[in-house]
């Protein structure tokens, strides 16, 4: 499976914006899917995941209750939802897929990073 996110660009602080990554290949409802982060002089965190019914969500504590993820499965796409942005969320985000079953999401896999297929990344600037 290949990933490629698109949505990043430049936006005020305060505002929203909508990542997407597309998947291309075989058995997309199969894999769980992450998005992940990183900052210039920063070491990349795991941002969201969902699991491969979107069923299941996780993120990291500087986004909850401000991003949110979703799937369409059919469009083999997903989606992150970015309201309220602030300056410290700018960063390029990445997509990561991994086939590993309905419970793969997890706090531990989000936190580790543990996702074989990784888009090149789209850049959002979050600036006045």
């Known amino acids: 499976l290949q990933v490629v996110e698109s949505g990043g660009g430049l936006v005020r602080p305060g505002e929203s914006r909508r990542l997407s990554c597309l998947a291309s290949?075989?058995?997309?409802?199969?894999?769980?899917v992450g998005w992940f982060r990183q900052a210039p002089g920063k070491e990349r965190e795991g941002v969201s995941c969902?699991?491969?019914?979107?069923?299941?969500?996780k993120y990291a504590n500087s986004v909850k209750g401000r991003f949110t993820i979703s799937r369409d499965n059919a469009k083999n796409t997903v989606y992150l939802q970015m309201n309220t942005l602030k300056p410290e969320d700018a960063a390029v985000y990445y997509c990561a897929a991994q086939a590993g079953g309905p419970d793969y999401c997890s706090e531990y896999t989000l936190y580790h990073q543990s996702f074989g297929s990784w888009g090149q990344g789209t850049q959002v600037t979050v600036s006045s």
């Open positions: 969902i699991n491969t019914s979107g069923g299941t969500t």
């Open positions: 290949g075989v058995g997309f409802d199969y894999y769980t």
